[in-house]
């Protein structure tokens, strides 16, 4: 069996979350959900020549970022099939809209039902982008984090990956930075940031013209800068002194765009409220080359 029948990610068309599936059973189950073929057609292109691949390089830096001999308990959020569970750690709650073998709690990402400090980890792989409350789910993701615990986001890079991405559920896009910056004025220290691949190349066009998977996954593997990545990782520790006191001064996130899940709007920019300077100033110059 090849790399791409053994790992497909499909996003649940209700919530967002993120599902391990095979390559046959996310097709038809993308052609059943979807009433125009076109967008079937290029839901099954992008899958065969590259999202599964991406999903395959998202499991290898997961991987890294929870090996931990302390972890005990973790939350899952948007855990749809349980990644994490697969993974084989113990103490992991999936939390998710609809129900699956991997659900334990039926619940928002936006509003867990669960008391301060409760977890060692959260993970939220792809989720963030298609919620309407982004910064309200973050506050509760911190929330929730016990002192020393880690927290770890995936999501696409919104300074190059359109609003919709190919996914008509993504509602907001997030500059890196940005992103960074938020979680880092949530009393988290970032230890990690990094990107997966290009965003100047479109890897389903490049991808579809290379016949070996272990010549597509070394150019997953090859390190590129933040702002010009197509999907991000970023992971943190909670601070142990300071708590959680400063949440509610929190200003909005800066989302790089916003969208209409029924329509399919064409990018905006969501402006800073302070003057962008250095790398922030370059990232802001690239979305308006983009824009125009």
Same mark, same amino acid.
């Given at each position: ?28 189950? =993308? ?6 073929? +076109? ?7 992008? $899958?065969?020549? $590259? ?34 569970? =697969? ?10 809209? !609809?129900? +699956?073998?991997? !659900? ?14 409760? $977890?060692?980890?959260?993970? =939220? ?11 309200? =789910? ?5 929330? !929730? ?106 200003? +909005? ?40």
């Amino acid at each position: 069996m090849s790399l791409r029948d053994r790992f497909s990610i499909r996003e649940c068309p209700r919530t967002g979350s993120r599902t391990t599936i095979s390559g046959r059973t996310a097709l038809l189950q =993308a052609k059943e959900s979807d009433s125009s073929d +076109s967008t079937f057609l290029l839901w099954e292109n992008w $899958f065969r020549h $590259f999202g599964n691949y991406l999903h395959a390089r998202r499991l290898e830096i997961l991987r890294d970022l929870i090996r931990t001999p302390k972890l005990s308990s973790a939350l899952d959020v948007g855990c749809a099939a349980g990644i994490l569970k =697969a993974m084989g750690l113990s103490g992991v709650l999936g939390i998710d809209f !609809v129900s +699956s073998p991997a !659900v334990d709690v039926l619940a928002s990402g936006e509003y867990l039902p669960f008391r301060d400090a409760s $977890f060692q980890l959260v993970f =939220a792989g792809e989720v963030i982008e298609h919620l309407r409350e982004p910064l309200r =789910a973050l506050k509760e993701w911190v929330r !929730v984090l016990k002192d020393e615990g880690r927290i770890v986001i995936s999501t696409p890079n919104g300074l190059h990956v359109a609003v919709h991405g190919g996914n008509p559920e993504h509602r907001r896009m997030f500059a890196p930075n940005d992103l960074s910056r938020t979680i880092q004025r949530l009393e988290v220290d970032v230890i990690y940031a990094k990107g997966i691949f290009t965003s100047l190349i479109p890897g389903r066009r490049l991808f579809r013209w290379i016949p070996f998977d272990s010549v597509k996954m070394a150019l997953l593997r090859l390190p590129v800068p933040l702002s010009l990545s197509y999907d991000v990782f970023i992971a943190g520790t909670l601070e142990a002194v300071g708590g959680n006191d400063s949440l509610n001064d929190m200003k +909005s996130l800066q989302c790089l765009a916003t969208a209409n899940s029924d329509t399919f709007p064409r990018l905006r920019p969501w402006h800073s409220q302070r003057p962008l300077v250095g790398r922030a100033l370059l990232e802001k110059s690239l979305s308006l080359i983009i824009l125009s």
